[in-house]
């Protein structure tokens, strides 16, 4: 079946340093991946996304790259903020058949002080 | 502006009756899903949509039910069979492309006393 597996939290980082939340994935055919960011208590909105193999999404300086040869898809940012304190999920869908639902990760915590 | 709507954003009730959980979108899109999430859990499936008048069940749909008579509309109730309900439920839709990117509203939180 298909399965994503992120690194549990919670991440606590300080402001300005490097940002790396792990991401595998597990998928039958061909998968399209995403990140999504939940603030508190708000729904789930789309960060960055990857539809193809060596594909880079990118959004708000956070980076992820469709790998593969690994299965993975790890986020990345250079320099955390305060305002990116949030839950951050991995997902997977299958391009076809279309409306299939996301496949999500458990989530990860982060929480940046300054 | 074109987005989903919940709600209400907070929701109690007594236990032992069934509440109804509404989700509008008027992004002319063709699938709506709902899940739930659990400290810890992540989001798990209950019932999704592809097109009106049809619907599917999702990992966790006991205790659920759902309806979609139109295509903006998918609204969800919690019955009195579901054993532990207290959540924050959120709904989500798609256009029905190869990318399936899901857009979702804010979410309900549901407490049951």
């Known amino acids: 079946g298909n399965s994503v597996t992120q690194m549990e939290g919670p991440v606590t980082l300080s402001e300005e340093a490097f940002l790396t939340i792990n991401c595998t994935y597990t998928a039958t055919g061909y998968p399209s991946l995403f990140w999504y960011v939940q603030y508190p208590g708000e729904g789930l909105q789309l960060l960055l996304k990857?539809?193809?193999?060596?594909d880079k999404g990118s959004n708000k300086g956070f980076e992820a790259t469709y790998r593969k040869e690994t299965t993975s898809f790890h986020l990345e940012k250079g320099s955390v903020q305060v305002s990116d304190s949030a839950v951050y999920f991995c997902a997977l869908t299958i391009a076809l058949p279309s409306n299939t639902p996301l496949v999500f990760g458990k989530g990860t915590r982060l929480s940046v002080i300054a | 502006d074109g987005g989903i709507t919940q709600s209400p954003k907070y929701l109690f009730r007594k236990e032992g009756q069934n509440v109804t959980l509404s989700c509008e979108q008027n992004?002319?899109?063709?699938?709506m899903y709902w899940y739930r999430q659990d400290p810890g859990q992540g989001l798990r499936l209950i019932y999704y949509?592809?097109?009106?008048?049809?619907?599917q069940k999702g990992d966790i749909a006991e205790g659920y039910s759902v309806s979609r008579e139109k295509k903006e509309s998918f609204p969800l109730t919690v019955t009195s069979a579901q054993k532990n309900p207290t959540a924050f439920y959120l709904c989500?839709?798609?256009?029905?492309?190869?990318?399936?990117?899901?857009?979702f509203g804010p979410g309900t939180r549901l407490t049951v006393l």
């Open positions: 989500a839709s798609s256009l029905g492309t190869a990318l399936n990117e899901q857009f």
């Open positions: 992004l002319n899109h063709d699938a």
């Open positions: 949509s592809q097109i009106v008048n049809d619907f």
């Open positions: 990857a539809t193809k193999a060596d």
